[in-house]
Each structure stands twice: as C-alpha cells, then as structure tokens.
C-alpha cells in the first residue's frame, strides 16, 4: 500500500535541524557583542526583503535559517547584548531557554487543572516558592484566602487587579450590568502607562484616574494622594482603587508602601503594588525595605521576565483575596465542565486572567529557580546594582555630569550639565555608534538619560566601556562648533 502524503518534519530532520538550533542559538550569544546593540534598518527595510506571497511549496529549513541570517538579523536590536542599558533588561538564561523549549515541545493548554494537572499545580508551587524568595506577606500564598499565577505582562497583571477592584466596589455587578459612573483612581504622575491603558479597557475611562502629586526623588506623596481622595468624596465620587510603583519605570522611583496602604485601608480602596522591574531586588534581604508595608497590598506584581533570567513572557500576579478576582474574571461554558472543577478542590487559573489559554510557563521558572539557586540569584542581581552604584559615583563626581536623582538599586538617571539639546545630541550619536544603547526620560521637564543595568552577561568591563564612550561622545560635542558654548 502507498504510504499516505504527508508534509510535516520528520523525526530525523527535527533532530538535525534542533541540534543546529541549539547550536545557532549558542553562537549567537557567543557573537552578540559584534553586532549594533540597536538595530540599524530603516522602516521597511526588513519587509522589502521578504516574497510578497507565502511559497505554494515548502522550503527547507537550511533556506529559511539563512534568510533568519540575512533578512532577521540586521533588523533585531539585541536585547541580550552586555551593552544593552536601554528601558528595562528582559534578560534570558540557558534554563530559562530550555524551559520554554520543553513548553513548546509538550505543546499543553493549561487552561484548567484538567487539561494538565502539572501545568496548574507546578505554577502555583512556583508562585508560592517566590512569595519565601522575595519574602512577600503570608497573605499571597495558595494555603491561604490568596495566591499566585503566572501572567503574561505586567500589564494584564495590573488589568485584572483594576478589574477585581471594579467588581469589589460595586458588589459584582458591573461584569454583568454594565459600568456605574463614578468610580476613580489614583497613581502618581510617574505611574506607568499600563494603569491608564487598563482604566480605558476596563471601561472607566482613562481620565478617571487621578494623578498624585510627587516628591523631589519622583515618589508619591501620601500628603497628596489622602488630600485627593479626601476632595473627591466630598464631590459624590467613588474611590475603589490605588496603585504603588516599586519603583517607577521612569526613574526607579520607589512609592511609599505603607503610608499609602495606611491610607486604602482607612478608605476601603483595593491596594496593588506594581514592582515590575525592581521586585527582582526582594530576592536579597537587604533591598527589602522598598517593600515595607506590602502587607497591606491586595494584589502585587513583579517581572520575573524583566530581572529574574526567566525568558518573557513571564509575569507573577499575586492577590490576597482570590475570590474578588475569579468571581470577577469566571466564566464556565458547558464544554469546559468537568468533575475536578466542580468539585472545588483544584485551581483552574482561566479564572484568574484575561484569556482562557495559557501556556506551561511556570517549567522555565521552575528550570531557573533550581538552576541558580537562591543563592546564584542573589549574586547576580547583587553585582547588577553594585555596577549602577559605581556607575552613579563616576557620574557624581564629573563635573560635566549630574545625578537626578539617587539611584536606589540597578537603574541610574543622569544628565549632561549643558541641557537639553546636548543630551538629545549625545544619546543620539552614541546609540549610533552601535557600541551600546542607552533611553531617556523626562524628569522635572527635563531630558534624562537612563542607564539601566540587568543583562545576564553584563560585566565591569561593558559598564566601564559605556561610561568611557559618554565621556568621549560629550567631549566631541564639545569641540564641535555647534556645542561651542558649553
Ligand atoms: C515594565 C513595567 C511595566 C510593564 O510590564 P509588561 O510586563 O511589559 O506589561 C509595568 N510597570 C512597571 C513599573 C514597569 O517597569
């Protein structure tokens, strides 16, 4: 009998063309620092490249794996560059690699408990093992009223918590009823976007979130946040909702925990601690004291896949009352009832997110936590902020450089003394140097450039370098006629 057609990849050719993935994947890491940290192309530049109509015949995987050289390449700025210091790390691990791999390669929908048990029951293990490793309260553990779960971003974290909250404040009628006006909330005006993206997706508007005056380091001041809340409720509003960051995206600033929970307690409003990137810092002891007060939070959220070498997409979502956010967020459809849901004694995390798929992520979580250890974690993200600490003092002590604010952990804000266009000057031509890349802000109306420290490779070497170029790019700029003045 003729064997039936058939196009998918063989055994064999997955096993060659995976050995040669790894092995790309490997030289890649190896090679990284020869390539622009930024990528180079202009827009359109990597479309142009590509057949305008997919082939009607499969290709082989050789041909596609050059074209990843030739075309993908050039148009990839290189997140896991040393030399990268731009916004935030997104930094990757080898178990952090692997896991996803194995995510993929069992290919499970982890959507309730019974489509995958370990899926379910391995990712709220992890969650509870990073509430003893950044010592977060009791409260967020899956043995008591709250718990855990993996999300993507942090920003669907910080979405579900403001939806949580909409419920919670109007009796867990607005899921099904429709938005009753006059619910308010309050950040600071350094609080990241993802708050107000998720204040017009949650359909209270993104003008209904009051933003709070700030103190000279960028933190919120309590003072301002008890005055507003205060004045808003003598005009007939409601407030339901108030989120710290720890620290801003900005500018690292931390937002004080406990005066601001101090403050939604006496008002009944639902407290969610936004750490996306500095939570990593909790893992050691001594960078604890951000976190006074976190008690008082009802959610918090931090990015394993920002600063913990777990690859993204990997975000941990924590709540204190878990039934505030599933009655929020459940939805049970016929064809998803099965015997171990109703019988309430597992977790069916669909409940706890925006999408009903979800993917194993918790495996490379759980890869990196065994393959560092507490201890190898500790050490790197230790060496991350002792670097931006020297990093801050060779600032502090040039002259032609400022501090903008203290920088309490991995990411330092600083600036050119010679204003504005100068430091617009000299970001751009170092990121076109392709030797590293740097973002900025704007503080205090004032352009910022931000240096921030948490690629897995980065060393002494890589920080020494980039401050070396600074102070060479500014030095040119200032033999340059157009800088003639400074
Ligand atoms: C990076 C960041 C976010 C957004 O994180 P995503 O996972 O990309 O959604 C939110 N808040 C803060 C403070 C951040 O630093």
Excluded at 110 to 127: D, K, N, Q, V, Y
Excluded at 134 to 142: D, K
Aim: charged residues 20%; contains cysteine.
């Amino acid at each position: 009998m003729a064997q039936e057609q058939n196009f998918h990849m063989s055994a064999e050719e997955l096993r060659r063309a995976g050995y040669a993935m790894i092995d790309w994947i490997i030289d890649y890491h190896e090679r990284i620092e020869d390539y622009p940290v930024l990528s180079q192309v202009a827009p359109g530049d990597v479309r142009t490249q590509l057949p305008a109509t997919p082939p009607q015949q499969g290709e082989s995987f050789d041909v596609v794996m050059a074209d990843v050289e030739r075309i993908i390449l050039p148009g990839v700025t290189h997140w896991q560059s040393p030399d990268f210091f731009a916004f935030f790390p997104a930094n990757v691990s080898g178990p952090g690699i692997l896991g996803d791999l194995l995510s993929s390669g069992l290919g499970v929908q982890g959507m309730i408990w019974a489509t995958s048990p370990a899926c379910t029951e391995l990712e709220t293990h992890m969650m509870d093992w990073l509430v003893a490793m950044l010592g977060l309260p009791q409260q967020f553990l899956s043995s008591t009223a709250g718990g855990g779960v993996i999300q993507d971003s942090a920003s669907s974290a910080t979405l579900c918590a403001l939806i949580a909250a909409r419920e919670r404040a109007t009796r867990f009628r607005t899921r099904d009823q429709g938005l009753e006006s006059g619910l308010v909330a309050y950040a600071s005006s350094q609080a990241h976007s993802s708050l107000a993206k998720a204040m017009m997706v949650a359909g209270i508007g993104r003008n209904n979130l009051h933003l709070v005056a700030v103190d000279d380091q960028f933190a919120l001041r309590p003072d301002a946040l008890a005055a507003r809340i205060a004045r808003d409720k003598a005009a007939g509003l409601t407030p339901f909702f108030v989120m710290a960051n720890v620290g801003t995206t900005s500018s690292g600033a931390l937002d004080p925990i406990r005066p601001m929970g101090e403050i939604c307690r006496a008002h009944d409003l639902w407290f969610h601690v936004d750490a996306a990137m500095h939570g990593s810092a909790a893992i050691c002891p001594e960078f604890r004291a951000m976190h006074d007060g976190v008690e008082l939070a009802d959610s918090y959220t931090f990015n394993p896949h920002k600063w913990l070498f777990t690859n993204f997409d990997c975000n941990a979502f924590f709540v204190a009352d878990r039934a505030a956010l599933i009655n929020a967020l459940s939805i049970s459809p016929e064809y998803l009832r099965n015997a171990a849901t109703e019988s309430g004694a597992v977790i069916d995390y669909r409940d706890w997110q925006i999408p009903l798929g979800r993917r194993f992520r918790a495996l490379k979580l759980w890869f990196v936590i065994r393959h560092y250890g507490v201890a190898g974690l500790q050490h790197h993200i230790r060496q991350h902020v002792a670097l931006a600490q020297e990093f801050a003092a060779w600032v502090a002590a040039d002259s032609n450089f400022e501090l903008v604010v203290t920088a309490p952990l991995n990411l330092v804000c600083f600036r050119h003394v010679g204003g504005d266009a100068v430091n617009q000057a000299l970001l751009e031509r170092l990121n076109a140097t392709g030797a590293l890349y740097l973002t900025h802000t704007r503080l205090a109306d004032q352009l910022v450039l931000r240096m921030s420290i948490g690629q897995a490779k980065t060393k002494r070497r890589h920080v020494l370098q980039a401050w070396a170029l600074i102070k060479q790019i500014s030095a040119e700029l200032r033999q340059s006629s157009q800088y003639a003045n400074l």
